[in-house]
């Protein structure tokens, strides 16, 4: 455990640096536009290049770290951040800054997706929960701390503009320093944003919306804080406690989502805060920051609650194997949102004044509860004891897929030397692959299975010559060794089962239950194999399948509950029973 952790530390410390600095840039780059005298939606399209870049980041990011690695891609990104928010001193030009800032969208993008990537694959089933505590935790802390290097010059001078350049050169040292190399990227193909709106209306509705509430409050935001006047610490103090609401009242939100049906607990907090926004614009900061303090920190912390609340109500309605597509696809919603929401904000605040940033989210809410009533009144809510837990996300970034505990875990473990050996020589040499493949086993009974599964799954490999030769060498290990070879090659099953029986009649039954358990689709074929073998054991098969059946039906999700064919189960059940229920009459008399 410690060690996983020990190894990430670069990593997390690159991520904390990085944080800082995006966290200075995002609220200083708009209050120094303003300094320069433009106007707030020219401030609003040039935030929204910021998001265009993000978008088309995820887009392409996996592509760019498959081909320069991660490493490579996170250092230039950060290198080419720094060069842009120096690049920004240069010249006020309205081109320039909207050219830079697409670019920055686009490098902290790729930045998140290495990040994530590396966090998922280091994790095992015990530590990803931990794991996407911490990197949650790493983006608050560095997000809320980077505001606070505000104060140390005044936003029209060039001096904020250096230090965001040193904080990107900085986060680049540790995983660039350090012995770590990157994971392998997997790839995963995404549905369809219709495909996953068939499903589920109100959570890429939600999705969708939480991209252009939070893009407009954190994009601008700033621009309110210097309307209001502020600066120095007070402005780095406003700004931070809006980051640390979007965090904190997840706390509250989640608790309540998991114990209440979500669409009616989402039809609350858009109320809320929409009645918050409104309430905004009659406070003045002259008569007390403080209510005004809270009532922003209220209607962020909502507004960031909307992104993971979607993601559950999508979730929910989605089969185990929906999970991992779905989820690229309603970041990509979100990141839709986030370019629509800046500019469409900036155009009401300059048509009024830059408070009409409220004006703006409590429309945006009132709409979306609007649509959370309608599909209430059209849709009945899914039970709350079937819900999904609520997992807290971060709307700057998106939670690694690996690290969601909703989604199914998947080893990531790396072939060892052995096996990586073995396959480079079943390439050109399969003899002496299987001979290897023997020799590595009465060595290392242990690695056996491995390099077993590794070796046959080579092409031109005589895996039923090569189980015979494992089978005699690592008798001990023949259950691990016939599960590792029938799962690299199911259309072998029934035939190396049957060698089994020759070989070691009494694993037969074992062997058989373990493959039916891992392989669904061969559950018959191994039940009918096992009772041909030992007749005695027909009761112990029939009943150890019948408990499976029943435990895997009630872990099922509720979407792949609604769709499971009890027809086929029921059918499944009745092979089983009369296959079983003949030997038994066999074996009595």
Same mark, same amino acid.
């Given at each position: ?207 969708? *919306? @939480?991209?252009?509430?939070?893009? #407009? &409050?954190?994009?601008? =935001? ?5 309307? !209001?006047?502020? %600066? ?122 830059? *408070? @009409?940033?409220?004006?703006?989210? #409590? &429309?945006?809410?009132? =709409? ?5 009533? !309608?599909?209430? %009144? ?122 089994? *029986? ?6 037969? &039954? ?80």
């Amino acid at each position: 455990m410690l060690s996983v952790f020990t190894s990430l530390t670069p990593l997390i410390t690159s991520c904390f640096i990085l944080l800082l600095g995006s966290g200075l840039t995002n609220t200083f780059l708009p209050l120094r536009m303003e300094i320069n005298g433009l106007d707030t939606d020219t401030i609003g399209l040039i935030i929204t290049f910021y998001f265009i870049g993000m978008l088309l980041g995820a887009m392409y990011s996996k592509n760019l770290i498959k081909r320069v690695g991660h490493i490579r891609l996170f250092s230039g990104s950060l290198a080419l951040m720094a060069a842009c928010i120096l690049a920004c001193a240069l010249d006020s030009n309205i081109i320039l800054w909207s050219v830079a800032r697409a670019i920055t969208g686009f490098c902290i993008a790729c930045s998140y997706a290495t990040m994530e990537s590396w966090f998922g694959d280091s994790a095992t089933k015990e530590t990803r929960g931990r794991i996407l505590a911490i990197y949650n935790a790493t983006i608050l802390l560095g997000l809320f701390g980077g505001q606070f290097f505000i104060g140390l010059y005044e936003p029209g001078e060039s001096g904020l503009f250096i230090i965001s350049g040193v904080i990107f050169c900085l986060a680049i040292l540790p995983v660039a320093l350090s012995k770590n190399t990157g994971p392998q990227v997997t790839e995963v193909v995404p549905m369809s944003l219709l495909a996953i709106f068939k499903i589920s209306p109100l959570g890429v509705v939600s999705c969708f *919306t @939480a991209g252009i509430t939070y893009s #407009a &409050v954190m994009g601008l =935001l700033p621009v309110v804080a210097q309307h !209001y006047g502020f %600066s120095g610490f007070t402005l780095s103090t406003y700004i931070g406690i809006a980051i640390l609401g979007a965090f904190f009242l997840q706390f509250p939100v989640g608790y309540l989502s998991d114990r209440l049906d979500r669409g009616s607990i989402l039809l609350i907090i858009l109320i809320v805060s929409a009645a918050t926004d409104l309430g905004i614009t009659l406070l003045n900061p002259e008569q007390g920051l403080w209510p005004l303090f809270l009532a922003t920190t209220i209607t962020c912390g909502i507004i960031s609650c909307i992104y993971p609340i979607s993601m559950s109500q999508t979730f929910d309605q989605l089969k185990q194997s929906q999970m991992l597509a779905a989820m690229g696809s309603m970041i990509m919603a979100f990141s839709i949102g986030g370019v629509v929401g800046p500019y469409s904000a900036s155009i009401i605040m300059n048509l009024f004044d830059s *408070t @009409a940033l409220f004006y703006f989210l #409590a &429309v945006i809410q009132i =709409l979306l509860a609007l649509y959370v009533m !309608y599909r209430m %009144s059209v849709k009945d809510p899914l039970p709350v004891e079937e819900q999904d837990n609520f997992v807290m996300q971060s709307s700057v970034a998106a939670a690694p897929i690996d690290l969601d505990p909703r989604t199914e875990y998947v080893e990531h473990n790396e072939p060892c030397t052995e096996a990586e050996t073995a396959v480079h020589i079943a390439e050109t040499d399969p003899g002496t692959a299987v001979r290897l493949a023997r020799a590595i086993a009465m060595e290392n009974p242990t690695l056996g299975a491995e390099v077993a599964a590794a070796v046959a799954s080579v092409e031109g490999i005589d895996v039923l010559r090569l189980y015979k030769v494992m089978s005699e060498a690592v008798p001990s290990q023949i259950l691990d060794v016939t599960r590792a070879i029938v799962i690299e090659r199911p259309e072998l099953a029934q035939e190396l089962i049957r060698k089994l *029986t020759g070989w070691y009649p009494e694993q037969v &039954v074992p062997v058989a239950m373990e493959i039916g358990t891992v392989l669904p689709e061969l559950r018959l074929e191994m039940a009918k194999i096992a009772v041909e073998a030992a007749p005695e054991s027909a009761t112990q098969i029939r009943e150890y399948y019948m408990q499976l059946l029943t435990e895997e039906q009630e872990a099922m999700r509720p979407a792949d509950r609604y769709d499971f064919n009890e027809k086929q189960l029921d059918e499944l059940v009745l092979q089983l029973v009369k296959i079983c229920s003949a030997d038994e009459v066999k074996t009595t008399s």
